[in-house]
């Protein structure tokens, strides 16, 4: 409804009508990803007769007093509850969330990729055998991002998961060179109103040689600015999804390919030995020279920049 003028979700001349027209995501702008007050006020205005219509037929149903049917595979949460473990696909080691090997993460539709409406984008998010870090394939995702906007590439959950147990998040990557800055993005809540969670990063000069393992703990991965409690960490237990995200720079565009493989938890199976071992410092380490390259240890860390910088610009 908030597509067109002429679109519409209501209850009109003594029925509930769905109307669909051109699917302008812009129909109704404001300075943020929210819709302005005006497409706000419409979509009150056509839901709320909707709630009264269906909170009535649900009363008239004789069903609105009746206890809850109990399924034996649907969690209920509480405070003391424990949460049930992640479901995790197929896979030889505990922990691992997708080698891309077979199928895709339990409870997700697959790798998917998203890009800024209304831009020329282009880009690709999908496992292929081209290249793989253990294994047989791993996943390829090949962008070309219009000046000042963004992309991503991840998979989402049906139902909320539990990664409590890990410490964090850790993948192998590759790209065709170094420098490429991307996000790793953690989603929380729920499927219905995920919250996002963001890690900021560069692909360092050894992946395009070879493949670099990155760990990242869960206390570096932060809400970012645009949500609220913005800088909170993240909570593995509410996890509704994964992604990788990029933010092209004003008047530039953002190419280049990045594999990314080995999508695992922290702590939870035993790691192959990295080529290189990433981790997630609390400060900035001091750079070697004077130069503006980003600073590293013996060339052998990957430089990671501080937490939630690059935001300001993240879809817009």
Request: hydrophobic share 30%; aromatic share 10%; with cysteine.
């Amino acid at each position: 409804m908030l597509t067109s003028k002429n679109a519409h979700h209501w209850y009109n001349n003594g029925q509930i009508e769905h109307i669909a027209t051109d699917r302008n995501t812009e129909y109704y702008p404001s300075g943020d990803d929210h819709p302005s007050e005006k497409g706000s006020q419409k979509a009150t205005e056509e839901f709320l007769p909707l709630l009264n219509i269906f909170y009535h037929r649900w009363i008239d149903s004789g069903t609105a007093n009746q206890p809850p049917v109990q399924n034996p595979t649907t969690f209920a949460p509480t405070e003391s509850a424990t949460q049930p473990p992640m479901n995790l696909p197929p896979s030889a080691s505990v922990g691992v969330i997708d080698n891309f090997e077979g199928s895709a993460p339990a409870g997700t539709g697959g790798w998917e990729g998203y890009f800024q409406d209304n831009t020329n984008t282009k880009l690709t998010c999908a496992p292929e055998s081209e290249t793989a870090h253990d294994g047989a394939a791993s996943l390829k995702f090949v962008f070309d991002v219009a000046d000042n906007s963004w992309a991503t590439c991840g998979f989402y959950f049906d139902t909320t998961q539990n990664w409590s147990a890990g410490q964090g998040i850790s993948f192998y990557v590759r790209a065709d060179r170094g420098g490429i800055p991307f996000d790793v993005e953690l989603y929380g809540g729920n499927p219905g109103g995920r919250t996002t969670y963001a890690f900021n990063t560069q692909t360092p000069p050894g992946s395009k040689s070879g493949w670099v393992l990155v760990e990242i703990p869960w206390e570096s991965i932060l809400r970012v600015e645009w949500e609220e409690n913005s800088g909170t960490p993240f909570n593995p237990s509410e996890v509704t999804g994964f992604s990788i995200g990029l933010s092209s720079p004003e008047k530039e565009r953002l190419t280049g390919t990045i594999w990314l493989d080995d999508l695992s938890l922290i702590g939870t199976a035993p790691v192959p030995q990295p080529m290189t071992e990433v981790s997630a410092p609390t400060a900035l380490e001091e750079p070697e020279s004077s130069s503006n390259k980003l600073p590293c240890l013996g060339g052998a860390i990957l430089p990671l920049l501080f937490v939630g910088l690059a935001w300001m610009l993240r879809r817009k």
